[in-house]
């Protein structure tokens, strides 16, 4: 989070892609077995993220909540192949 200019907080999305978006690339493509699924669901997983943030309550590290979500993005997308 970054304090904004009327004292907001804020998600830092390009933090955010730049620390976890290869390992959430990589982690989807072993999922997913297929480059274009894996980027859809790295979106839609940044998406969750950006969206539920707030509910983010930091009893586990902040990567392994992102990567769970990814996780259930991509069974999700395995579902309906």
């Known amino acids: ?3 904004g200019s009327e004292g907001e907080e804020y998600l830092d999305m390009k933090r955010i892609i730049a620390e976890y ?3 959430l690339l990589r982690m989807c493509f072993l999922y997913l077995k297929d480059i274009r699924l894996a980027e859809d669901a790295v979106q839609d997983t940044l998406i969750k993220v950006y969206k539920s943030y ?3 309550k930091g009893h586990a590290n902040e990567k392994t909540w ?3 979500i990814a ?3 991509c069974k999700n997308y395995q579902q309906y192949q």
């Open 66 to 68: 992102i990567m769970k």
């Open 1 to 3: 989070m970054i304090l």
């Open 21 to 23: 978006g290869n390992s």
């Open 54 to 56: 707030s509910q983010f």
């Open 71 to 73: 996780i259930n993005v």
